[in-house]
């Protein structure tokens, strides 16, 4: 008799071959990634053999009610997954209400589900958001929580840490924030779950490394997708996007261009283009051989810290604060020494990923209270911090990345009676144009 057992991350298929398999002489058995259950399941089952199926040990669970009325666009998501085998991606914009469509998904599966989210403050809200919209009974992994329940939330660090004992306990698996999935280690959770069922959640799931390619595999292809403009004003506030454009100070020109000058000539000398990602990464690999390509990159490093850096900024920056006085505002950088500068010189309250968590409640806490009227980051409220009394976002610096740009101004988005957003780019008159070029183009808007 054929026979599938579960084993720390993979399956075990006594009796015969199935696609995905390959024979482990240590156990004699044939051994399969436990993320091919579903489809080892459905071979056996179309080719008429009986099986004896072992593999899941279900969390158990009561039936589950969804104690909330999706939007017409949060719907026709739910219903795009169902209808792709209850597997895939949902791609809506931030404050679009993907958590509801996820709890949706929840309640018509009705059975086990683990969450997987990036950060400890999204495991809290989203526990939260089970509790209230399911009435059901959340566990955590993570943040030195190990409880599990019907419904369980994890972070992508202990989901990865302790996925060999999990992989079997849920038949959904959902991931918040996707994108994250595909780095290196974190493929590991979806790789070694036997969850029948997956859910990928993102506002975008492109990433510049290319290796997105690698969620149709871990979780299913793009199921549903909704660009920012089919929602402003009915679903998401109004907002306008402004361009700032302002000097390099003389010192901080004459550095830059000293900077620069060495990068671009190492390139020219070499006939080298930097036209794509790629280009760039066998850059890097170059700098461990060949010095002068190293001294190219610290010089091409040292010329953007200065112009993303710059303290033309600072004036800038005191003109918007003028101009929003009683606006809740959002200022993000790309590196914390901008944020200590612009904290201390405007005795706004700074968030970084050193500032610790009970503090960091406490300033999200009087922002949304209003006792706060700005806070500054470098990117750790890029994702998951739930603000929608702020109305103004000012970038002072940032990468080149689309969805590090469309996750800012999502952080603006959330609908409030009356409320129009507003994000300015200070960008300075150097090579952070083109940056400020390449996280704008092609986003539909």
Known sequence: MIR???????????GM?????????????YRSLAMYYRDIVDFLKASNFEFVDNVLDLVPCPFLSFRAELKDYQESAVNAW???????????????GKTFVAMKAISIVSEATL????????????????????????????????TLEPVTVATYDTAYLR????????????????????????????????????????????RSDGLHVELNRLIGGVRYEVP????????????????????LTPEEKKEYEESYNVYVNYLKENDLSMSSPEDFRKLILRSGRDPKARTALLARHKARTISINSSSKIDALAKILENHRNDRIIIFTEHNSLVYMVSSAFLIPAITHKTPKKER???LKKFREGIYRAVVTSKVLDEGVDVPEANVGVILGGSGSKREFIQRLGRLLRKREGKRAILYEVVSKSSEIAISKRRRDGVEW
């Open 17 to 29: 071959q199935t696609p995905y398999s390959r024979w482990d002489e240590r156990v004699g058995a």
């Open 82 to 96: 169902v209808k792709a085998g209850k597997r895939g991606i949902i791609v809506m914009p931030t404050g679009s």
């Open 163 to 206: 996925v060999e004992e999990l992989g079997n306990k849920f038949s959904l698996i959902i991931f918040d924030e996707a994108h994250h999935l595909p780095s290196p280690g974190y493929s590991h959770i979806a790789e070694m779950s036997a969850a029948p069922y997956r859910m990928g959640l993102t506002a975008t799931p492109e």
């Open 4 to 14: 599938l057992e579960y084993d720390r991350g993979t399956i075990l298929i006594y």
């Open 115 to 146: 969450v997987v989210v990036p950060t400890l403050d999204l495991m809290d809200q989203w526990a939260t958001a089970a509790s209230d919209l399911l009435d059901v009974e959340v566990g955590l992994y993570g943040g030195g929580e190990h």
């Open 228 to 247: 920012i403009k089919d929602l402003v004003g009915r679903h998401l506030a109004e907002y306008e996007i402004k361009r700032i454009l302002v000097d």
């Open 361 to 363: 409640r406490e300033i």
